[in-house]
């Protein structure tokens, strides 16, 4: 008999087969954990093996996450290049998106993203951390990895998102923080540069180090852009 | 009960279901979110993410060309 099991018909040669027999021939994986929807309706574990599925039934077999644990993507943003400040926002906004817990990590380069100050200004304690404060400047100044062409490139490539109906760089932050995404700040590379937690736009949840960042990233996937 | 109105079919990925996950979270329970996609990636992935964090996804019509309404509830 013909069924359609996700979506997609499967031949059955029985001519009935019960719900846990179905399970067992499509080797489902961790069957005590699968749950099945019959028709639309799910059906619960203990009668499996009683409910016999016929010609035409569709059978959906579904996964339910428990406790956010296994969806959660980690990103450290070192690089502080334009594009890849875009890459590693589109990569947090579309996961929160989906129902990831997402961290973003800022170190060193990626720093210059995360600062109040959008433009060049010589923040900083000492003079060496100001020069290069000034140097490094803010959002307004991150530069494209390559073809900067001076600093152009960072605004051909706005004004072409734009044009395109693209996210640009600052919806792209500002939809990762309207999603929840948890921001942190290196502890390391800012006493470097002199910053404090003032440096920083306010959704920064936290200065840490790698002790911390290990604990917060633990059961999911890390990235290093 | 409230209808909020959404319409992505400009949008582009990531866009689109950042738009409607962000649409979705102000909802209060009982209202629903009318949101007009383009076929192809939003078409698919919308009615599966939002069924995934446990809205409903009350129906999906064909409105014109390319372009189909989504009616998710909470």
């Known amino acids: ?225 | 009960m409230a209808t909020i109105q959404l319409d992505v079919t400009r949008e582009h990925c990531p866009m689109t279901f950042v738009k409607t996950k962000i649409a979705l979270s102000k909802l209060n329970s009982g209202d629903q979110l009318e949101v007009l996609v383009t076929e192809g990636e939003p078409l698919e992935n919308i009615p599966k993410s939002s069924t995934e964090q446990g809205y409903n996804v009350l129906g999906i019509s064909h409105v014109i060309d390319n372009i189909h309404k989504i009616i998710i509830g909470k």
């Open chain 1, 1 to 225: 008999m013909s069924i359609i099991v996700n979506g997609k018909e499967q031949i059955i040669t029985e001519n009935a087969i019960s719900l846990l027999d179905l399970i067992k021939q499509n080797n489902v994986k961790q069957p005590e954990m699968v749950s099945v929807q019959l028709n639309g309706q799910f059906v619960d574990r203990v009668v499996f093996s009683e409910t016999k599925i016929k010609e035409g039934d569709e059978v959906d077999f579904l996964y339910f996450m428990g406790g956010g644990q296994q969806k959660k993507l980690s990103l450290i943003s070192f690089s502080g290049d334009f594009d890849k400040l875009v890459a590693a926002f589109t990569l947090a906004s579309g996961a929160a998106a989906v129902g990831y817990e997402v961290n973003l990590f800022f170190t060193f380069w990626g720093l210059n993203a995360i600062k109040n100050e959008r433009g060049r200004k010589a923040i900083g304690k000492g003079f060496l951390a100001r020069f290069f404060g000034f140097l490094q400047g803010g959002r307004n100044n991150v530069p494209l990895s390559r073809l900067n062409f001076a600093g152009l490139s960072p605004k051909l490539m706005t004004y072409m998102m734009r044009k395109r109906n693209v996210a640009t760089l600052d919806e792209l932050i500002d939809a990762s923080i309207a999603l929840n995404v948890n921001l942190y700040a290196c502890e390391m590379s800012g006493i470097i540069l002199g910053h404090t937690k003032d440096t920083y736009i306010p959704e920064i949840k936290e200065i840490l180090g790698v002790a911390k960042f290990l604990e917060i990233s633990e059961g999911g996937r890390t990235l290093f852009i």
